[in-house]
């Protein structure tokens, strides 16, 4: 493995040969960039996954190096330079933060929110005495008496990010695999298949041993092989990172034995274009990619057709199996550099798409003048490069590709309709659902030529809830009306005496016998449980038994192995109360 000294010298030469090949009047219009979050703590343990300090590190020095490309006309830094070189996109503003030139999406996930939130502090740092002129320049932040107020904590500038939990049709697009049933399918299948049987029988000893050694008595010895060498991987990492101890006893071999059946595992996952789900050929492992290069063209096309004012730069923070399904899709994995593109990114990594033209003009150039190239940084180390690489095969020379010519391969496995994701996924997320009842016209498109890219379906769960739920009650509203009318139903008002014969009647929650208005259990508005006392179905009170820690159990709950499919922080409308199963909700809006 080369040094550190002599990989940045390499990367050193590729740039100044990448910044002698640049044209001089080249013109940067839009940047899209798909960013892994930072260092969290591990999906397995005791700990629940939140972004650490040095997560939030990475994450904000990335966001720095973007600051540099993209928002600096003056020469960069010696440290800088020997990263990345100035590429500012025309148009966007330098200092202050224009929310209505970037578009900015996460995933749900707290440490992914965190991290974005890190990057656009590196992007956008806090300014004093300076003010976007699309957000009223300085006349909004100067007050009648001539006192200009700056932002608190010193200017701090507060960008706009949407995040998107699963149950959301826009999370297609960021993260296509999360709520796919065939892509949890194929990933549970491939437990069975010949490679992966060889790998748990290869490596066992050596699982059960390190953890043994490192980290004995943590994790159930069920998990100690390679179906989970994610999982293992993951948390190996964190207290090789933060526990002198086991980074001693660890050792750099094991853990790059550790990462290395991580990647194997993980590219085998995202990456594996043979593997197919319910049709052949559909490349369902690869299903997160198929759709992130669906929205890159969006994006870019939705700048493009604005005039260049839209979408200056967009900005999508999530998890790594996207990374690895492009890689694949865009043949990254079958090159020269291929031992790159087929490992898990290190945090912070971010993979770019730049449009941009070599046309000596101040307008905005012609659809057959714009360009194309793709740029990725694994990491966010002094001795990570934002570099160009060639893409669908092509040579190393070609790093730059036309427009139309972009459009065209991307066009080849992109999915761009939610609801052919629906349909390859099997998919019974209420969107789906909704998009199932509506016309061909409600398929969830993202309508790459329209000028709004927000726009990817003409209708919406929520919507569609709305609208239904208003139809529902006109129609019990007709209903009342017309047996009021025409079936002799009648209103009485109620005796007081007869509604106070009736409370003292019952036995209510405190009663000593259950009565038909009875709940045997109920819950309050703080989340605790009320049994009632002398239930006859409960039998009176018992001790209630604490369920089994996911962290400790012997067996895998989901029916899922590993941490192929990462076990997401769910979302609030459909967390179990108390460990129940949650009631199977409707299907239908």
Known sequence: MASRPLRALAALLLLVSEALTQSTNETVWSSFAYVFYGERTPLQGELSPSLTPLGAQQLYSQGALFRARYLSNSSLSDEDNTITTNAPIDGIERLALDNSQLTIYSTADDYVVGGALAFMQGLYPPVARTFAYNNGGENAST????????????????????????????????????????????????????????????????????????FPNTLPNSMLNFDYAYDLYDYAQYAYNHDDSVHEALNVDRMAILRNLADVQQFDLNGNLTASGLREGDMIRAISGRTLAAKVVAQLSAHIHSGGTANKMTLMFGSFEPFLSFFALSDLSSTASSGLFRLIPDPGSAMVFELFSTVDDTTYPQENELWVRFLYRNGTGSDAPLMEYPLFGRGNSETRMRWSDFQEEMSAFAIQEVSTWCDLCSSITLFCDSLSYGSGSSSGSLGGTSGNANSNASLSAPVAGVIGAVTTLAVLGLASTTAFVFGGLRLRRKDPLDAAKRRSSLGGFKGAEKMASDHDVSIAKSGARHERVGSWELSGPSPVTAPIPATVAESNPSGLFGASIRHHQRDDDVDSVVGATPVDPVERV
């Open 143 to 214: 007050l009648a008496n001539g006192t200009m107020i700056d932002y608190p904590l010193n200017g701090y500038q507060y960008p706009n990010i949407q995040s998107i939990p699963s149950t959301d049709l826009n999370s297609v697009w960021l993260e296509g695999h999360t709520a796919c049933a065939e892509y949890r399918s194929s990933s549970t299948a491939f437990r069975t298949s010949s490679v992966a049987e060889q790998m748990y029988n290869a490596t066992l000893a050596f699982y059960q041993m390190t953890f043994a050694d490192v």
